[in-house]
Every structure is written in structure tokens, then in C-alpha cells.
């Protein structure tokens, strides 16, 4: 099975994290999600965060930095997810392709519903502020 590599940015400001619903019509519509997308070929995965961050939610990372790699069998597709902190960065993030998007208190997360490969993410953000 072909593993899709995918670039996640945990967008932090103020201790709260910005995450946005996923569309309907793609694998695991209707999820909420932290932004990112796939990593093209022969792009690195900073080139790819900066470049789909700026497309779906309209900032310019100005500070990135790894936080963890995840891999995840959902049985149809294999994804291995890059997850990077998002430190510092320009613009006001927003649902740019008309996505719903919200702020969100680290201890809130576990209130909204995502992908099963996000779970670990959220544990390690949790443990993080307590």
C-alpha cells in the first residue's frame, strides 16, 4: 500500500489551537482537523506546510518546528503525518476555502470530533500544558 506523506501544522496562539472542519466529499469528511495537506513530490516538508497552510487558511509561517511523526492504516489509505508546531506566523488564519475554522482551548480539543490518527497529537498537547 502506498503511503501518502502529510504535512500538519498545529497552529498555536494564546494557548489555543486553530483547527478546521474538513469537507464533506473527501476521506474523513466531516472531521475537524489541524491544517496541512500532502506532500508533493520532491518538496520538502516545510516547503509543503508553509505552501498549504497559505492555501487553506491564508498565513505565512514565519517559524515552524517538528513536534511528531505519526503513521496511521486507516484500511484504505496509509498516511504518515509530519506534524510541525507553527510558532510564528503572518496573517489572520481563516477558513480561505469557506471551510468551518475556530480557536480552541488545548483542553477543548478532546470535545470535538477527528480523524483517529489526530488523537495522539491531542495527547501530546495536552500533556504538554498540564
Given at each position: ?17 486553530f483547527v478546521s472542519k474538513r469537507a464533506e466529499d473527501v476521506h474523513q469528511g ?64 481563516h477558513g480561505k476555502e469557506g471551510q468551518l475554522t475556530q480557536w480552541i482551548a ?25
Amino acid at each position: 500500500m502506498k503511503v501518502v506523506d502529510v504535512a500538519v501544522g498545529v497552529i498555536r496562539q494564546d494557548n489555543k489551537i486553530f483547527v478546521s472542519k474538513r469537507a464533506e466529499d473527501v476521506h474523513q469528511g466531516g472531521l475537524w482537523e489541524f491544517p496541512g495537506g500532502k506532500v508533493e513530490a520532491g518538496e520538502s516538508v516545510e516547503s509543503a506546510m508553509c505552501r498549504e497552510l497559505y492555501e487553506e487558511v491564508g498565513i505565512e509561517v514565519t517559524k515552524q518546528s517538528p513536534f511528531m511523526l505519526l503513521e496511521h492504516d486507516y484500511g484504505d489509505k496509509h498516511v504518515r503525518l509530519h506534524i510541525h508546531m507553527i510558532e510564528q506566523f503572518k496573517g489572520r488564519a481563516h477558513g480561505k476555502e469557506g471551510q468551518l475554522t475556530q480557536w480552541i482551548a488545548i483542553d477543548k480539543l478532546v470535545d470535538l470530533n477527528f480523524p483517529a490518527a489526530n488523537q495522539a497529537i491531542i495527547d501530546k498537547l495536552q500533556s504538554q500544558t498540564k
